[in-house]
């Protein structure tokens, strides 16, 4: 099986997801130098010719360390509020740290109905396409702002797979606080251990993810092996690592710890 594991280098297009918790400290607000070393690698990757589009949350927990918004849910005009001011400082933030790489970023913010409307779907997949056409990075993000419950993703584990596969990536790596999917939480059985590769999804699987890890993020494991139901099953293979780590793309490609997923198909045959 190990023969079969892909790798980063082979990916022409790779969406890479990146999680509040790994953004946003609640103490101290956005870690700059964490988010300085991801530039750092981003530009390494792009600069052997793949294109990258980053789905990044943070605008919520930017923006309530700001408003001084109490831990814990909060009302959804509350969200949205903390979305509006803290999606501006996120934006600002990305902007900063690949501007000095020479690298030009563009905001994109969807809500489901971007990907439940065929119109907006092709829409939304040609304004992409067009921006990586001029070497422009997309940083993506759920539209919090106006998005009620009703109408949201909910989590950008699946946001992130929903735009993979609209674009058409090989590869989606999710970016999150844990190295991958265990045979059991983590936190609670010191004896799981970590699944390396994932050639289907199985209802066994599915069982061995657990909830949401922290009042910062809205998912989990649970919301990643979704991710990854949609990413497979369009073509495109994924990826659950560690971002706890500066440079966590080059410690994937190193051989570091992490989850593959397989995708017995590809994206452009998927996609037809």
């Known amino acids: 099986m190990a023969a079969l594991t892909p790798t980063l280098a082979a990916a022409r297009r790779l969406v890479v997801k990146i999680g509040s918790a790994l953004l946003v400290d609640r103490a101290t607000g956005l870690r700059e130098g964490w988010l300085r070393a991801l530039a750092e690698d981003v530009a ?5 010719g793949t294109q990258v589009i980053l789905v990044s949350s943070g605008s919520i927990a930017l ?24 999606q501006i400082r996120l934006a600002r933030a990305y902007e900063a740290v690949l501007a000095p790489h020479g690298i030009v970023t563009g905001q994109v913010l969807v809500t489901l109905e971007d990907s439940a409307d065929r ?9 992409m396409e067009t921006m990586l056409s001029f070497g422009v990075v ?21 946001l992130a797979a929903r735009v993979a596969t609209m674009v058409g990536a090989d590869c989606l790596v999710l970016l999150s606080d844990i190295d991958g999917l265990y045979t059991a939480p983590p936190q609670r059985d ?10 289907r999804i199985t209802p066994e699987i599915e069982a061995m993810a657990g909830g949401a890890a922290s009042e910062l993020s809205r998912g989990g ?22 971002g706890k780590h500066d440079a966590p793309l080059a410690r994937i ?14 994206p452009v045959t998927s996609r037809k």
């Open 138 to 158: 997309p940083i993506v993000n759920e539209n919090d702002t106006v998005a009620t419950d009703e109408i949201r993703y909910g989590d950008n584990d699946r």
């Open 253 to 266: 490609e190193a051989g570091g710890p992490c989850t593959w997923f397989l995708t017995p198909t590809h």
């Open 119 to 127: 119109r907006r779907y092709l829409n939304s997949r040609a304004t």
């Open 190 to 199: 010191p004896a799981a251990t970590l699944i390396p590769v994932v050639p």
């Open 63 to 86: 923006g309530r360390g700001v408003l001084r918004l109490p831990p814990g849910s909060l009302p959804l005009e509350q969200s949205q509020a903390a979305a509006a001011v803290g």
């Open 44 to 48: 390494r990757v792009r600069a052997r």
């Open 221 to 242: 494991m649970t919301t990643k092996v979704e991710a990854g139901k949609i990413a497979t099953t369009a073509g495109t293979t994924m990826v659950i690592a560690s």
